[in-house]
């Protein structure tokens, strides 16, 4: 455990970091309770991963209850020894228990006694709404950045959040908030040279995923053989992955087979025909586009990327919005 003027120095600095957070936030975020974001700012932590290979491995780490913090299973997977921080305390990690290949860790850190986060669902997110990024970016000193959810990509019975709330190296494990300041995700990765293409787990995975995954074990027991889905060779990550950086690229000759596979296997996922409609307007063919955006929303009606394309080119038309129709099959 932290020396008790260790503790009280770092909750001096966590008020201090709450404050200058809640300035710099502005408008978007005037609305925020001032005693809930000393909490939240009080729960990320920087998380040091000592490699059994060398080297050091730097990340962040979300509070989600006593004693257990959450973060990626890329920063500690391969770890001699594992050290959560915050100012000049510091805490020895003493187990983990992880979901290697969706990057969730959760580390059992005895004496802790930092506050938990509140969980909360990313299934209830929409494109659009404001998004705040906790992490170590730079793996020093604790930022937060301002955003949006920018997609909702559907894995394994939750949905993977990018957002355009900016985050880079040392800010894996760290926390991605709603306006509340729940929590609704890990952050995990970025495309680079890409803006908006910030990735966080969802936190479904942490409450789901991690309870099946295998128990809890010494810390250099857990082992480094399995990658996360994000880091495996480009054809085999899932298809909204391989669809998002083709696109990135402009790459739509190569993006058109793999959004058709990706909707014939999944016909009710809008996301699927939308990235289809982009790679048949990026190679003008106007009427496949259409044709790809109203099966998008046959699929959803309500999936705002489509309705954004489709309705001007309607009204352009004088033709009223699409008629919800059963999704469309290949």
Not at 163 to 179: H, K, Q, R, V
């Amino acid at each position: 455990m932290a020396p008790r003027g260790a503790r009280n120095g770092w909750l001096r600095r966590g008020l201090a970091l709450a404050a200058t957070w809640l300035a710099a936030c502005g408008s978007a975020q005037a609305d925020v309770d001032r005693a809930a974001l000393i909490q939240t700012s009080a729960s990320v932590l920087r998380v040091e991963a000592q490699r059994l290979q060398g080297g050091l491995s730097l990340g962040s780490g979300v509070v989600i209850e006593r004693e257990r913090v959450a973060t990626n299973c890329h920063v500690t997977r391969d770890a001699e020894q594992i050290f959560v921080i915050r100012g000049g305390a510091r805490w020895p990690v003493e187990a983990q228990a992880g979901d290697a290949y969706h990057d969730v860790c959760i580390l059992r850190v005895p004496g802790l006694r930092a506050p938990a986060v509140v969980l909360g669902d990313s299934r209830h997110l929409s494109i659009g709404q404001p998004l705040v990024a906790v992490g170590y970016t730079g793996g020093v000193a604790i930022q937060s950045s301002l955003g949006e959810v920018v997609a909702l990509h559907r894995m394994d019975a939750a949905q993977v959040v990018q957002t355009s709330s900016f985050f880079n190296s040392g800010a894996s494990g760290g926390a991605l908030f709603d306006e509340q300041l729940h929590l609704v995700g890990l952050l995990a990765f970025h495309l680079r040279g890409a803006d908006g293409h910030y990735y966080a787990m969802p936190v479904e995975w942490l409450t789901a995923r991690t309870a099946q995954a295998e128990a809890e074990r010494p810390v250099r027991a857990l082992g480094s053989t399995e990658i996360a889905f994000w880091q495996q060779p480009l054809a085999e990550q899932p298809a909204f992955l391989r669809a998002d950086a083709l696109a990135h690229e402009a790459n739509w000759a190569e993006l058109q087979p793999v959004a058709r596979a990706w909707a014939k296997a999944d016909a009710h996922d809008p996301e699927a025909w939308y990235m289809l409609a982009l790679a048949f307007d990026g190679q003008n063919r106007a009427h496949d586009a259409e044709q790809a955006l109203e099966c998008s929303l046959a699929a959803e009606p309500t999936y705002a990327p489509a309705l954004a394309r489709l309705q001007p080119l309607y009204r352009q038309q004088g033709r009223p919005a699409a008629q919800a129709v059963p999704p469309c099959q290949l």
